[in-house]
């Protein structure tokens, strides 16, 4: 009704769902170290399934950044892609980024007889073990130090599944409170064949090979190659009033070390048979009380 509500010169906004392209309100924070920090969002409708935001900013004491979101969903995969970037932080002398990406979905091969593959993304890099310290708004929460960057391809048809995974870790490291990095998985190839309720039996069959490196400073442990393999044959027997489940079960283990370990072996292997019996009884019947069924 021509009443001033609010001190800017002109904003507007949708009266439905629908997005729109615009300056977003400014965000404004102080700390003891960085200074005065403000940032000025823009968003950019792409398109109904794309978006981004990009996101300049000023640490007063620090220098100019900038920081940006790409977000998508398709109708078989899904991601999204931020990134943050201050090219010369005169606290740190340095230049700062960073940058996570996630990606879910799966790819098309075009082959009959494969058909599609899965994929799978977690990617995390930071500039330097201060990171996590210096930019917790920017995307890490304030006690992440450890940062997964991990890729899989999966593959499944019938009865038989296959993935291939690469996880290796980025570690921020504190002089006062040092961490032991996990062990990296360069690669790991996990498969399962098995059938449910093939002529009353259950039965399955998976194993696992994994290539572990680590940091041998921090791990004080060799580096090693592990084969695992596990076995079941189940005959379930369900009726109404209760069920009985017979199970046998092989787990086999083999690691390779690189190094000798403590007792000079460079090899352990095991192999475990085991037998269960699980079931149970169901008392059922039809009660009434206080007007009510039971």
Same mark, same amino acid.
């Given at each position: 009704? !021509?009443?001033?509500? @609010? ?35 823009? $968003? ?12 300049? +900013? ?16 398709? %109708?078989?995969?899904?991601?999204? @892609?931020?990134? /943050? ?17 996630? /990606? ?10 494969? +058909?599609?593959?899965?994929?799978? @993304? ?8 201060? $990171? ?6 920017? !995307? ?96 379930? %027997? ?12 092989? /787990?086999?283990? %083999? ?32 009660? /009434? ?6």
């Amino acid at each position: 009704k !021509g009443v001033p509500i @609010l001190p800017v010169p002109t904003l507007t906004f949708p009266l439905s769902e629908r997005r729109k392209s615009g300056w977003l309100p400014p965000t404004l924070g102080i700390d003891n170290k960085s200074g005065l920090d403000l940032a000025v969002p823009y $968003y950019w409708n792409i398109a109904p399934q794309r978006d981004a935001t990009f996101t300049p +900013g000023l640490m007063l004491r620090r220098g100019v950044d900038a920081s940006g979101e790409f977000r998508y969903l398709e %109708s078989n995969y899904k991601g999204q @892609l931020n990134a /943050h970037v201050m090219p010369n932080d005169r606290l740190r002398q340095r230049d700062r980024w960073a940058l996570f990406a996630r /990606h879910n979905g799966s790819l098309d091969t075009g082959i009959d007889a494969i +058909g599609g593959i899965g994929l799978n @993304l977690n990617l995390n890099r930071v500039s330097d073990n201060d $990171y996590w310290r210096d930019f917790s708004r920017k !995307g890490l929460s304030l006690t992440t130090r450890l940062l997964a960057n991990d890729g899989s391809l999966s593959w499944s048809r019938g009865d038989f599944g296959f993935t291939a995974r690469a996880l290796k870790w980025q570690t921020l490291q504190d002089v006062n409170a040092p961490i032991v990095p996990p062990y990296d998985r360069l690669p790991q190839l996990t498969g399962r064949w098995g059938k449910l309720n093939d002529r009353g039996f259950d039965y399955s069959v998976d194993a696992d090979f994994t290539r572990f490196r680590g940091d041998r400073f921090w791990t004080q442990q060799p580096d090693a190659d592990r084969a695992l393999m596990h076995a079941q044959l189940a005959h379930p %027997s369900v009726r109404p009033w209760g069920f009985i489940t017979p199970k046998a079960q092989l /787990h086999a283990t %083999s690691y390779q070390f690189d190094t000798p370990i403590a007792n000079g072996a460079r090899s352990a292997n095991r192999a475990l048979p085991t037998f269960s019996l699980d079931s149970g009884l169901v008392f059922e019947r039809d009660a /009434h009380f206080f007007n009510r069924n039971f």
